[in-house]
T-cell receptor, first 111, second 113 residues
Framework: EDKVVQSPLSLVVHEGDTVTLNCSYE??????LLWYKQEKKAPTFLFML????IEKKSGRLSSILDKKELFSILNITATQTGDSAVYLC???????????FGTGTRLTVIP | DTAVSQTPKYLVTQMGNDKSIKCEQN?????MYWYKQDSKKFLKIMFSYNNKELIINETVPNRFSPKSPDKAHLNLHINSLELGDSAVYFC????????????FGNGTRLTVT
């Protein structure tokens, strides 16, 4: 069965810290891995990764995929209180018009 | 401009009632979804429609019936509501086949008492 496992489940850091969130997966015919940020309402799209070893970057956030070891990491540098959210990892397999989501990592950044 | 909008935002109802949630997207996407998010923030696919045709129907009680009158709309009707149906229901849309980024609505928080 396809599954996505995220770790840690929750994380509390101070402003300015750097965090690394992990996502490992097992999926039939991997197609892509996506990261989302969810604050109070809708999950918002961060990155889509399809190729191994190519880092995607947006400001203080970056992500990379390892298709051999079946995992991805999301890095956030110089964290701010506005980064507090649940970060969701999702994986898609070929032929399935569906994303399998992990249970998320709840990040809390304290001033 | 709201890309994916769903109504209502909140729904409080008693067990046994029937209710509907509506969803509309103005992104021109050809695929729409319903996801259920439980209290632990786990998002699980319920249904997926591509150009008004049902393509995914996960193990969901048949009390849940989606309807897609056109590719911009996907509504969810729930019969005989149960306590366990309490959750946040998200509508989403995407363009293209599996793996494309989903654009989510703001969710409908359903509370069954």
């Amino acid at each position: 069965e396809d599954k996505v496992v995220q770790s840690p489940l929750s994380l509390v850091v101070h402003e300015g810290d750097t965090v690394t969130l992990n996502c490992s997966y097992e999926v039939t015919n991997f197609r892509s891995l996506l990261w989302y940020k969810q604050e109070k309402k809708a999950p918002t799209f961060l990155f889509m990764l399809t190729s191994s070893g190519i880092e995607k970057k947006s400001g203080r956030l970056s992500s990379i995929l390892d298709k051999k070891e079946l995992f991805s990491i999301l890095n956030i540098t110089a964290t701010q209180t506005g980064d507090s959210a649940v970060y969701l990892c999702a994986v898609a397999g070929t032929g399935a018009n569906n994303l399998f989501f992990g249970t998320g990592t709840r990040l809390t950044v304290i001033p | 401009d709201t890309a994916v909008s769903q109504t209502p935002k909140y729904l409080v109802t008693q067990m046994g009632n029937d209710k509907s949630i509506k969803c509309e997207q103005n992104l021109g996407h050809d695929t729409m979804y319903w996801y259920k998010q439980d209290s632990k923030k786990f998002l699980k696919i319920m249904f997926s429609y591509n150009n008004k045709e049902l393509i995914i129907n996960e193990t969901v009680p048949n009390r849940f019936s989606p309807k897609s009158p056109d590719k911009a709309h996907l509504n969810l009707h729930i019969n005989s509501l149960e306590l366990g149906d309490s959750a946040v229901y998200f509508c989403a849309s995407s363009q293209g086949a599996g793996g494309s980024p989903l654009h989510f609505g703001n969710g409908t928080r359903l509370t069954v008492t």
